[in-house]
């Protein structure tokens, strides 16, 4: 295995940056379009200028995306403003507040940070998909760069792994690689791709929650094919598209796909629930509604099923949806914000952007950095592979700039030998 040095890693992103070509779109609909397309979101990297991609604007540069492998090169790496805070939250109409710079995650929530191998004992990587728990974390292992073949749950107090099953490749399918993983209530989904050739091309795969045989239960073709995100319930995997707004299903016993009736205006948010709009949110098995009770002084408002998030002349604003325990996020900024709504609410946990990445609880009010700090002003860190918003996020253990480094026998960026990652649950942050 060929390992490049930073000096080389620095080289190859210098390439990049001299062949990129110039983005057509604002900033902020760039960041967007990540979400929006839904390939698989992968480390989330800021670089200083030297490594960036192309400048956006004054003073505001886009990262470098990895080597394109699978899913990767199609989601822009997450932006970096080099102003300050004050200047970013003069832009988007915030007053920042004199809030205290939060500590790390490991500091704050001691209990939901650990540290696990950056690969298997056979050498495969791991890429972190959801906490199943306080102390279980599911994890896909790849024999290559972005190419998921296993999934396995790793026990954060046993301090070891246990394998699920195998995630195969279907028979004479060029290209393919597996996408984002969905856990339901029995079963644990996944979908594929060809993503190099932008065929109209998908296949759904189930596996029993406890382990077992993964099975094939479709393969489709068409626009239909454009898995936007993915989601399993008793007895049917339900995808939404890019671009749409209607949801499909087909049962896991295998058949044809069918449009699954009322869900025009909807797509897919999280378990069994659909937005119809940022802020209102539909249960697919109950047809349940919920929208903010009260959210008088807040625009730009977006909400998971327990908690919103929303701007006022003051900021950033967090309450519940029936409108209690209304708190102002000082001195933040949401991050990767499309027109002030946060992209992912993570239960009741939000990203935000602190002079730096961190998460933010909307039931406690408590923040805490995350990431592993690679220059001056850029940060690495990942979120996992879920496709509805996880529950977990990662960042190499070690606190040096080689913690990632390019395999230049497989391709792509992986961990330097040796290395760990530090693994925040969100499901084990303890509550008021």
């Known amino acids: 295995m060929t390992w490049r040095t930073e000096e080389q890693i620095g080289g190859v992103l210098r390439g990049m940056a001299e062949r990129a070509p110039e983005p057509e779109d604002d900033l902020v609909e760039l960041v967007a379009g990540r979400r929006r397309r839904r ?21 505001t540069t886009l990262a470098a995306p990895f080597a394109h492998r699978g899913g990767e090169g199609r989601d822009t790496a997450v932006a970096l403003s080099t102003d300050s805070p004050e200047d970013i939250a003069t832009r988007g109409g915030l007053r920042p507040g004199a809030g205290p710079a939060p500590g790390m995650a490991s500091e704050v929530w001691p209990a939901a940070v650990t540290t696990m191998p950056a690969e298997a004992s056979d050498g495969w990587m791991y890429r972190p998909v959801t906490a199943l728990g306080p102390t279980e974390i599911l994890v896909t292992a790849e024999s290559s760069f972005e190419r998921a073949g296993r999934l396995e749950i790793y026990d954060t107090t046993a301090r070891q792994s246990r394998v699920l099953g195998q995630m195969p490749a279907p028979p004479g399918i060029a290209g393919y690689f597996p996408q984002d993983v969905e856990v339901g209530p029995g079963h644990i989904a996944w979908y594929g791709t060809r993503p190099n050739d932008d065929a109209e091309w998908a296949d759904l795969w189930v596996l029993p929650r406890d382990g077992g045989i993964a099975r094939q239960i479709a393969q489709i073709t068409g626009p239909i094919a454009k898995i936007a995100q993915i989601a399993v319930t008793a007895d049917h995997i339900v995808w939404s598209l890019t671009g749409e707004e209607i949801l499909y299903r087909v049962p896991l016993t295998g058949g044809a796909p069918e449009v699954v009736p009322g869900t025009e205006g ?25 929208r903010p009770t009260d959210a008088s002084g807040v625009t730009s408002v977006r909400c998971g099923v327990e908690w919103c998030i929303g701007r006022s002349p003051a900021g950033l604003i967090t309450f519940a949806i029936d409108g209690a325990g209304r708190r102002s996020v000082t001195s933040a900024s949401e991050r990767g914000s499309p027109g002030g709504i946060a ?19 909307m039931s406690t009010g408590k923040r805490a950095r995350i990431g592993t700090k690679t220059s001056e002003d850029g940060y690495h860190w990942g979120v996992g592979i879920s496709s509805s918003p996880t529950s977990t996020l990662y960042w190499p253990a070690s606190k040096e700039e080689s913690g990632a480094c390019l395999d230049g026998e497989r391709g792509g960026e992986v961990p330097c030998p040796g290395a760990e990652i530090e693994v925040l649950n969100l499901l084990a942050v303890p509550g008021e």
């Open 343 to 361: 992209p992912d609410i993570h239960g009741r946990f939000v990203e935000i952007d602190d002079g730096g990445p961190a998460i933010y609880d």
């Open 266 to 290: 909807l797509t897919l948010y999280a378990g069994s629930w659909a937005h119809r709009g940022p802020d209102q949110l539909v249960n697919l098995e109950t047809w349940e509604t919920v």
């Open 39 to 59: 390939t698989r979101r992968r480390w989330r990297a800021a670089f200083a200028a030297a490594a960036v991609v192309a400048v956006i604007g004054a003073g």
